[in-house]
Structures are given as structure tokens and as C-alpha cells.
């Protein structure tokens, strides 16, 4: 019998590429950043049509911008921008990790390097915070 | 002596079907591995279906899921796993044949085309003195052919067109050391977007490989071959 004749039944793997990306429980460091740098990513591309939509604004005149700025200083909003700050550090610090990895610098320490973008993801996240809500 | 409850994917295609998991409670020691485990388990039910051969994580068959970990199940402790409920099951991203067994085909299909010389010359023990019978040692490559990486790798698992770690890690040995291979061949096989480009990193691969080969880090080693190969082309 062919391998393809083969049929893995369910449920013991989960169906959708994203459930498998992010099926993260009793696996190591390195599969957390890669899921957490996919999230991050399709956050990124997510927000860059939110962002369109709002220069989309300027097209409406002065007071259509000026009631969009007046809208994103509720505190709700400015804790999602900390929230953007937090997934544009993460992704940008943790591209920068799998570029030296590429050129095989660090690969044997790349579970350092990944704690090593956390911790400056949450200290620069914190700074934001304190900057944006003062 | 610790009672510990099994649970135990079973499989086949049309008897048992569909899948489900089976439970039983067992005494085990502390010398007692997860194949130890179904060893005992199949004296009552032959049906029970693994795959083994050495019994001391040399052969790289008994490769499965051990509490949802890549792991051989002849070097699993059963106490160390620290739990009194195991569950085992096969091994992720290769289709399935009976019970814990998986089909190894896909896997062969891309490790083989790479030929990779079984034996290495780069670590020969030069500090061993073999007895006169012996003459002298031989180092063999490390890779088991077992799989797990395969199994824990987040790539292999949506594209399974991806050469994966096993098969890139060969190539890269052979890349260090060709020993007659052709080295301007295989890095092309691997310098495409299912082959050492596919990989993110994740390092699962290295994260179970029960045999320090480290497949993660052989994939880098390619990428920076290649990077520096084509960089040097530029000038």
C-alpha cells in the first residue's frame, strides 16, 4: 500500500494550517517565537489597512482628522497603541534574531536571544505606556 | 513499584475505526521505559501495534508521542516523565499505518536523495587505542533516521513539500564533508523555497532529536554556506 493510501484520522492533529502553527503546548522556546512572530505579523498586516483607514481621514478635510485624533486619545485606544508598540518591538527585535540565525550567529544560543527580545519588548512596551499615558 | 495509567492511541483502518484511546493501569519501576511499558501491555493484547528494534536508542524506530513530546520510547523513563498518566501516541506529520506505527516513506523519500555516506571521517577517536581485533574505530553518522524531527517541526506540518530537517542536516554533513558526494548538486537540491529558505526557525527539530545532530543549526550552516557562496559571486 502507498503512503498516500495512508488516511491520518482526526482528531489527533488539528485540521487548519493556523491551528497547527500556533498548537504551541509541550513544545520549546523556539516554537513560541515562531508562533508568536506569526501572530505579531498578521497583527502587523491587520493593522496596516486600520492604519490606511485612518490617513484615509486627511482625504475628508481638517475636522474629519481632527475628530479621528480626538477618537484615538480615549485610554482604551492608547492601551491598544501600547499594545501595537509591544507587537511592532517583538516582531522587529525577533527579526533581527532569525537574520543572525540565518547567517548561523547564535543558533546555539537562539533560546538567550528570544529571552533576550522579551524582556526589551516588555521594558520598551513600559516606557511607551508611561510616555503615552502622561 | 508506581501505578500509572496509559492511555494509548489505537488505530486501524477498518477495525478500529474510528480512532480512539484505550486505558490502562500498570505497575511500573523505576527501571521501566515507555516501550518496557507496551512490551507488557501487548502480552494481553497482541493487536497492539509499535514499531522497535534495539531497545537502547541506537535504531531510531520507536519514535512516537510520549504526553504529546517526540521521544524514542526505549530511552522514556517512565517515573522520569514525572506524571502517573501517560498518554502515547504516533508521531506527527506522516501518515498513519496501525496504532503507534507511521508510515516512514515520505520521510525516506526526501533523506535518500541526498546519500549521505554512512560513516565520518571527521571524528575518528583519535585518543581510542582499538584492541588488535578491532583494529580501528569508526565513527558513523549520528543521524538515527528516526524522525522526530520531522514529527516536531511546525513547517513540516502545513507544507509538505519541505525537504525538512532531517534530510537538510544530511545534506549539510555532506556539504562539510563530502567524501566523494557532490557537493555543487546537493546545494542546489536544498537552495530553493522548499528547502533550507522553507525553514522559521523554530528549532524543534534540535529541541527532540534524541541524538545531538542537531538539525537546526545544520540548516543555518547551509543558509550561511549559500549566503556567502553567492556574496562572494557578487565581487
Known amino acids: 500500500m502507498l503512503a498516500e493510501e495512508y488516511k491520518r484520522p482526526e482528531p489527533l492533529l488539528p485540521k487548519k494550517n493556523w491551528e497547527r502553527w500556533f498548537s504551541v503546548t509541550k513544545k520549546g522556546v523556539g516554537a513560541w517565537a515562531f508562533a508568536l512572530h506569526r501572530l505579531t505579523g498578521i497583527l502587523l498586516v491587520l493593522y496596516l489597512f486600520l492604519h490606511f483607514y ?81 | 513499584m508506581t501505578e500509572v495509567t496509559f492511555k494509548i492511541f489505537r488505530y486501524k483502518p477498518g477495525v478500529i475505526d474510528p480512532p480512539r484511546y484505550d486505558t490502562f493501569k500498570i505497575e511500573v519501576d523505576e527501571q521501566m521505559s515507555v516501550l518496557d511499558v507496551l512490551e507488557k501491555l ?24 510520549v504526553n504529546g513530546k517526540e521521544v524514542l520510547a526505549c530511552v522514556a523513563n517512565v517515573l522520569a516523565l514525572g ?43 583519535p585518543e581510542g ?26 513547517v513540516v506540518a502545513t507544507d509538505p513539500a519541505y525537504l525538512g530537517p532531517a534530510a537538510l542536516a544530511a545534506a549539510a554533513r555532506v556539504v562539510q564533508e563530502p567524501r566523494g558526494q557532490d557537493v555543487p548538486a546537493i546545494l542546489q537540491m536544498v537552495d530553493n523555497a522548499e528547502g533550507c529558505w522553507r ?31 553567492k556574496l562572494k559571486h557578487l565581487f
Open chain 1, 54 to 134: 485612518v490617513l484615509r481621514t486627511l482625504t475628508q478635510g481638517a475636522a474629519a482628522y481632527d475628530n479621528m485624533v480626538q477618537f484615538m486619545e480615549s485610554p482604551i485606544l492608547i492601551l491598544l497603541e501600547v499594545g501595537l508598540v509591544a507587537v511592532i518591538i517583538y516582531h522587529g527585535l525577533n527579526g533581527l534574531r532569525l537574520m543572525l540565525m540565518a547567517l548561523n550567529i547564535g543558533v546555539r544560543q537562539h533560546k538567550i536571544m528570544f529571552w533576550t527580545v522579551i524582556v526589551l519588548t516588555v521594558f520598551v512596551s513600559l516606557i511607551a505606556a508611561i510616555l503615552m499615558f502622561h
Open chain 2, 42 to 65: 501487548r502480552i494481553n493484547d497482541e493487536t497492539l501495534t509499535y514499531r522497535h528494534s534495539c531497545h537502547h536508542g541506537s535504531c531510531g524506530t520507536c519514535g512516537m508521542l
Open chain 2, 83 to 125: 506524571t502517573t498518566e501517560v498518554t502515547v501516541e504516533p508521531l506527527r506529520n506522516a501518515p498513519l499505518v496501525s496504532d503507534l506505527v507511521v508510515s516512514m516513506e515520505p520521510f525516506f523519500n526526501k533523506y535518500a536523495p541526498v546519500e549521505m555516506p554512512l560513516i565520518r571521517q571527521s571524528e575518528y577517536l
Open chain 2, 129 to 154: 587505542k582499538p584492541s588488535e581485533e578491532v583494529g580501528s574505530y569508526t565513527r558513523y553518522e549520528s543521524c538515527l533516521e528516526c524522525g522526530l524531527c520531522l514529527s516536531a517541526c511546525p
Open chain 2, 199 to 229: 525553514c522559521h526557525s523554530a528549532m524543534e527539530c534540535s529541541e527532540v532529536c534524541p541524538n545531538d545532530v542537531d538539525p537546526g543549526s545544520m540548516i543555518m550552516y547551509l543558509r550561511q554556506h549559500l549566503i556567502s557562496d
